[in-house]
């Protein structure tokens, strides 16, 4: 159990060691990076053009849908392979290593410059920005409608809460007490 626990915390400051160089923890590759021999990031060229277009495309005020919708209609696909969708649009267009950031949030490491930048600074503002106007201009969930009895019902039999309304037809409770059976 003792030598289980000392590999495991070897393997642990090793990877720590790895992310301090900036160099590539796990097989998952952003889109339009890869790694060489050394498990340092390079440049794609097609994948990087592909988070170009995102990023001008973002910063021009095109929507994320929209956006999806080119980059498959031209055919183009994700770093796992699929298609992409707005999620997939939304992290590449928070993903720092774009712009050159190495982060490795496992072992709070955040290295400006380690990366071969894809865009940027200017795009990435550009991009951030809208982001943000994007983000607050999304309109809130809707509030649920207050009921006037809501949470002033309870069983006449047990003294329970009456979690359920009343039927439409039938003038019944939806969920009868289990109590009382009413």
């Known amino acids: 159990e003792y030598y289980s626990a000392e590999l495991a915390e070897k393997a642990r400051r090793g990877m720590r060691e790895s992310a301090l160089k900036g160099k590539a923890l796990g097989s998952s590759r952003p889109l339009g990076l890869t790694v060489d021999a050394d498990k340092h990031y390079i440049i794609e060229p097609t994948g990087a053009e592909a988070v170009r277009y995102i990023f001008e495309q973002y910063a021009a005020g095109l929507s994320s849908s929209s956006i999806v919708e080119r980059l498959n209609?031209?055919?183009?696909r994700t770093s796992h392979g699929g298609p992409f969708n707005k999620?997939?649009?939304n992290r590449i267009i928070q993903n720092e290593m774009y712009r050159g950031v190495y982060v490795s949030k496992k072992f709070d490491v955040r290295i400006e410059g380690a990366i071969p930048a894809i865009i940027d600074n200017d795009l990435w503002?550009?991009?951030?920005?809208?982001?943000?106007?994007?983000?607050?201009?999304?309109?809130?969930?809707?509030?649920?409608a207050d009921y006037i009895l809501s949470g002033k019902?309870?069983?006449g039999?047990?003294?329970r809460p009456r979690p359920h309304a009343l039927t439409r037809r039938s003038r019944r409770w939806k969920n009868p007490c289990p109590m009382s059976g009413t």
């Open 73 to 76: 209609a031209m055919g183009l």
């Open 125 to 144: 503002k550009r991009a951030q920005n809208m982001f943000e106007r994007n983000r607050q201009s999304r309109t809130p969930h809707a509030s649920r």
């Open 153 to 155: 019902l309870y069983c």
């Open 157 to 159: 039999e047990c003294g």
């Open 87 to 89: 999620s997939s649009i």
